[in-house]
């Protein structure tokens, strides 16, 4: 029996993990999880409103992460940059979890159910990164379009870390924020550019 919460906590990630591998999401049960876990489904319950929440448990570190490291960027940086700041310093809770990251990514690509809580946690997470950008200073417009490419940047980026673990996430983010920026400075073609 697992004596304190967070020892719990932990082990009914990792069961509910290698549960939904070896049967699929749908497939399996809050009490499977408990069991395999070896705790009963009310402290299940206790931990987690539902078995998706078991793979989303880290989101409120992550925003924390990434709103402190918004507002504690330097000064004079670019929305983008600040973004790249704070995406490589929140990224070292993803390298540190690469155990449960990888399959948990695996996972959710084959679960709709999974896909649309994370699309969901995706737009409050890009909220919240907007948010901080406003509050240092940048224009509304600015802030949401920042933080929707520099989370697309961020998955990108952390997707092909997964498939490409020679490299560390941060070299990937670099690769990604580097890959915005010449996306940018592409010129249009001629018959491409609106008409004045």
């Excluded at 509910?16 to 999401?25: C, S």
């Excluded at 990888?102 to 909220?127: G, Q, Y």
């Amino acid at each position: 029996m697992p004596r304190s919460g967070a020892e719990a906590r932990r082990r009914l990630q990792q069961a509910a993990l290698e549960l939904y591998q070896e049967r699929g999401f749908d497939q399996t049960t809050t009490a499977e999880i408990a069991a395999r876990a070896g705790v009963n489904e009310r402290t299940f319950f206790r931990h987690f409103p539902d078995k998706r929440e078991v793979l989303f448990d880290g989101e409120a570190d992550l925003r924390a992460a990434l709103t402190q490291a918004v507002a504690e960027a330097p000064d004079g940086l670019q929305p983008l940059e600040v973004l790249l700041c704070a995406f490589r310093k929140a990224g070292r809770i993803l390298e540190e979890n690469r155990p449960f990251s990888e399959p948990r990514l695996a996972i959710i690509a084959v679960t709709p159910a999974l896909r649309e809580r994370d699309l969901a946690k995706a737009a409050s997470l890009t909220e919240a990164v907007a948010e901080a950008l406003r509050q240092r200073g940048v224009a509304d417009r600015l802030a949401g379009l920042a933080a929707h490419t520099g989370w697309a940047a961020f998955h990108h980026a952390a997707q092909a870390w997964i498939d490409d673990p020679s490299q560390s996430l941060d070299a990937h983010l670099l690769q990604a924020f580097d890959d915005l920026r010449t996306l940018s400075a592409t010129a249009l073609p001629a018959q491409a550019q609106p008409e004045s």
